[in-house]
């Protein structure tokens, strides 16, 4: 793990152990809308580099992709641990005693996050070098996360988030596509 990521990790587990003295119980939703808003930009620009990479888009903006692939993980973490302040500020605090969520939308940010679990603990390099061919196949998990993020805040009505969200999904979708096109182009050369 690089020294940023266990800086993310250090503080953010701070704010998650010191939250009920740090803020007011007025204030936990507020904060939750805004763990969430980062949670989110922060996930969809994890995904990016993996979009540019399928849509061979090398040629031009190569730094970009660089830059994006070289935080990509710390990126990552940021969206997992900023989700579940989400969930522990939006959910948790205000309802105590109340573990599992009662709406469908809260159910589905619910079961994205919880995939996205084993992700987070999976994204250091130990992992990476043990795992080798099921860490590529785990890491593909963010899909289906995707999915469900997307009808996460379309449920709970956030009309611009929703809007982003799905044209990320698109375009990763059409990434997909033209992976298999190219693969399916030569196999027949």
Do not use: C
């Amino acid at each position: 793990m690089k020294k940023l990521d266990i800086f993310v990790v250090i503080l953010s587990g701070a704010l998650f152990i010191g939250t009920p003295d740090i803020f007011k119980s007025g204030d936990w939703k507020f904060w939750g809308y805004w763990a969430a808003q980062i949670s989110q930009f922060a996930f969809l620009i994890s995904l990016l580099p993996g979009i540019y990479r399928r849509l061979e888009m090398f040629k031009r903006g190569k730094s970009l992709y660089v830059f994006l692939r070289k935080y990509r993980r710390t990126v990552g973490i940021v969206a997992y641990i900023t989700g579940v302040l989400h969930f522990y500020w939006s959910y948790i605090l205000p309802n105590p005693g109340q573990f599992f969520p009662s709406l469908i939308s809260d159910w589905m940010g619910f079961v994205g996050l919880f995939l996205l679990t084993p992700l987070f603990l999976t994204s250091n390099d130990f992992s990476l070098n043990h795992l080798g061919l099921f860490w590529k196949k785990l890491h593909l998990l963010v899909h289906l996360a995707i999915w469900l993020l997307l009808m996460h805040v379309v449920i709970k009505g956030r009309f611009l988030t929703s809007l982003i969200t799905g044209g990320v999904l698109i375009i990763d979708i059409i990434s997909w596509i033209l992976v298999a096109l190219r693969d399916s182009v030569k196999s027949t050369k």
